[in-house]
């Protein structure tokens, strides 16, 4: 079985700060981690993803994420926070050994303030 | 490259009655997911095609079905409409069903009366 969860629903900081949203996952094989963002009434839009090799992992707009093996996190962050980086923000692990279905967290909600 | 087109992006239905949705996938992609999204639930996986075969089945009751055509465009349908049913139903397609990104389309969001 494969499952990720998102702890914090809401994630408020202002604008220029750094920002981290976490996310910690359990899987059986390897895990396959990525990060999504939605916007009001739309798609989600692929950020970044873990598959291998190195721990740190740049992705769009200026995220990143970190893989921790040991504690089965992969938190995402921000080194200074844009207003427009307000959306919902999805975390998902699929298990690289067993399965094709990609399983999502349910969601946090980043609000950015000026 | 063209996105992921879903279609029709909104509808309305009744309860009884049953909908079909569709899904054309980026060009070259030949796997294919479909996911509802509920604010009380969050994103569920329906299923996941790839080359015309169902490979993956989320826990969802025998009223969702879909397929994928030789094309690699897909279709979800859902019968005897429930009031529990109103959604979002998002498709993603995917170059590699393994370590592959999903690309998702804008959605088809039914509402059921």
């Known amino acids: 079985a494969q499952s990720v969860a998102q702890p914090e629903d809401q994630v408020n900081v202002a604008e220029g700060n750094p920002l981290t949203v976490k996310c910690t996952y359990s899987v059986s094989g390897n895990p396959y981690l990525f990060w999504y963002v939605q916007y009001p009434n739309r798609g989600l839009q692929f950020l970044l993803k873990?598959?291998?090799?190195?721990?740190l992992v740049k992705g769009s707009y200026g995220f990143e994420a970190e893989f921790n093996k040991s504690q089965t996190s992969f938190h995402l962050k921000k080194p200074s926070a844009l207003v427009s980086d307000s959306a919902l923000y999805f975390c998902a692990v699929r298990d690289g050994s067993s399965g094709y279905a990609l399983n999502f967290g349910k969601g946090t909600s980043l609000l950015v303030t000026p | 490259k063209a996105g992921v087109t879903q279609t029709p992006r909104y509808l309305i239905k009744t309860r009884g009655q049953q909908v079909t949705l569709s899904c054309s996938p980026i060009s070259g992609h030949r796997s294919v997911s479909w996911y509802q999204q509920t604010p009380g639930q969050g994103l569920q996986f329906l299923f996941e095609?790839?080359?015309?075969?169902?490979?993956n089945k989320g826990n969802f009751p025998g009223r969702f079905s879909g397929r994928q055509f030789s094309n690699s465009r897909s279709e979800m349908n859902v019968s005897t409409l429930e009031l529990g049913d109103s959604a979002l139903y998002l498709c993603a397609s995917s170059e590699d069903p393994v370590t592959g990104e999903l690309f998702f389309g804008e959605g088809s969001r039914l509402t059921v009366l």
């Open positions: 095609y790839f080359s015309e075969t169902q490979r």
């Open positions: 873990y598959i291998t090799g190195d721990n």
